[in-house]
């Protein structure tokens, strides 16, 4: 069977590449469905993309790469599809862009425009080989209990990355960017929660708190949540794609609060209030008693001097914390690293020593924030290359 494009991967990235790509496009996909990473993101509802999406929100090893396609694809041209399906859609947070209904409207859009672009969508198909040929590739694919030998012309690495192995991910793009001398850069679970042993703060699951989280390089202004692992929420996941094994973090529980000022007055107008119950009206009550163990949060506002306050609020100012680990691939919203972008074009997504082979989405050494930024990288990414792919560039 001859194709001119096939694609591996029919998630955000492998769709949306179908869809420019031009005629003789085969995507295939070893779920049952497609999108199956669309459908669970954003609690169903999908962070779709990010209004301040830009490349200062990725990581990579060239921080530079991401640009080419970020600027020719924006997230403006996808939320123009979006309301070209007439999908309502809603800002959440800081840019965050959901859909008013369902994760599967995304999907449905997409699938539509496949089938507009002409392309054939097969799932539950497994890749046993992959043959470089005079003309392309050629892969031999196994689908309901039959073999098939696909010959392309263009061959296009939209599989993802590690994340979420309960739902298929693998490192099939790796493999095979490997399997043709393209060099993968270290990877690593990203947007996970991190975890302590013994279950430090088993007591405190389910208590969020707004918070500043930082390390040496980089800092977030977002709620931390703990749980019976460790720490979560949206503060935890973003410094996660920065922090590495053995290093300690900084939790500001009182950004932006005015703590010393208030408990100097209330000092004044309320000397016989206990401190932790007075600290119990700007902090969690649990997270205070939590807290009580480690600090001196006993006795009278009347009885705290000026040095006491501002040790307390230092202290609370910059909680310092070692996780032991993090949640890994089971949980991690997506991989960090990937192919190395020093082996690709960052017009086309084409493989530099490769012609036709094309690596997109997450698979490739691109990391977004959490917040709609690795959807926009897929939408960004498979456009780039189902355009190159459609003009022959």
Known sequence: MEYETLILGAGAAGLMCAAHAGPGVLVIDHARAPGEKIRISGGGRCNFTNLYAGPANFLSENAHFAKSALARYTQWDFIDLVERHGIAWHEKTLGQLFCDGSAKQIIAMLL???????????????VTKVQKTDAGFAVTLDREGARHVIRCRNLVLATGGKSIPKMGATGLAYDIAAQFGLRVTETRPALVPLTFPDGRFSE??????????????TGFDEALLFTHRGISGPAVLQL??????GEDIAVNLIPDMPLLETLRTQRQSEGRRQLNTELSQHLPTRLVQHLSAHLPLTGRLADQSDNALSALVAALSEWRLTPSGSEGYRT?????????????????????AVPGLYAIGEAVDVTGWLGGYNFQWAWSSGHAAGIAIAFGS
């Open 112 to 126: 539509a425009e496949i089938e507009r672009a002409g392309a054939t969508l097969w799932q539950q198909t497994t």
């Open 204 to 217: 405190l699951s389910g208590v969020s708190l707004p918070v500043r989280l930082s390390n040496d390089r």
């Open 240 to 245: 996660s794609s920065y922090w590495r094994e």
């Open 332 to 352: 991690a919203e997506v991989t960090l690293g990937g192919i190395d972008t020093a082996a690709l074009s960052s017009k086309t997504m084409q493989a530099q």
